[in-house]
């Protein structure tokens, strides 16, 4: 069955880590910052796509990737080939096991999902009890103003079908789910001016006893 969002990212897989794009940078850049000091040990990274943050895990940890591109998957094989990667449908049940991972990084993926309760129950279940998620999205104002991932491909602009959460959407959602938030911070690129609305909007939670 096709899927706009899936179909999206097949054609943008190509272009995808070579094209001009500040909030993919950005993203990456404080992932490998923030996440230095982890202890990440067994990782769920959640729409994985091409790799580009998957080939750093994989120096941190054990990583099994979910993604529904099978062509943004290809790439992230050849780049990570350490990591368990899986085609699969976030917005389905996810085939990893109970208390499995002690971390769920999602990255630039949940815009293209409208049920953020979905993807909190889901990372409450295959966390182990402690384990930690960090949620790394394109801001709110940006969403609001139509500024969501778009690319180009022979000509023509190609936006995913979008949804704008906001940071009350994100709490609302994880902290139903059991989570404590423990980090908020809202991220502009380097160089910025201070005037300028943050790019990114970066939350880590963690899976208290309970």
Not at 167 to 183: N, P, R
Not at 195 to 210: C, G, N, T
């Amino acid at each position: 069955m096709s899927n706009p969002v899936r179909d999206a990212y097949e054609r943008w897989a190509r272009t995808y880590d070579t094209m001009v794009n500040a909030t993919r940078d950005l993203d990456e850049d404080c992932l490998r910052k923030a996440l230095s000091d982890w202890n990440l040990g067994e990782v769920l990274e959640l729409g994985c796509g091409t790799g580009k943050n998957t080939k750093w895990l994989v120096k941190q940890g054990k990583v099994m990737g979910l993604d529904f591109s099978k062509e943004m998957l290809s790439i992230c094989r050849r780049v990570a080939p350490s990591a368990e990667l899986h085609i699969a449908d976030l917005t389905l049940p996810w085939p990893v096991k109970e208390r499995a991972v002690d971390a769920v990084i999602a990255s630039l993926v949940l815009e293209h999902i409208e049920a953020l309760d979905h993807i909190a129950i889901e990372s409450a279940r295959v966390l182990k009890i402690g384990g930690r998620v960090r949620v790394s999205e394109l801001h709110p104002w940006r969403g609001q103003r139509g500024k969501g991932a778009r690319f180009e491909d022979k000509g023509q602009w190609v936006s995913p079908p979008s949804f704008v959460h906001t940071k009350e959407a994100y709490l609302s959602a994880f902290q139903s789910a059991g989570f404590t938030l423990d980090e908020c911070a809202e991220l502009s690129s380097p160089g910025a001016s201070p005037s300028d609305h943050p790019r990114l909007i970066v939350m880590s939670f963690s899976l208290p006893a309970q």
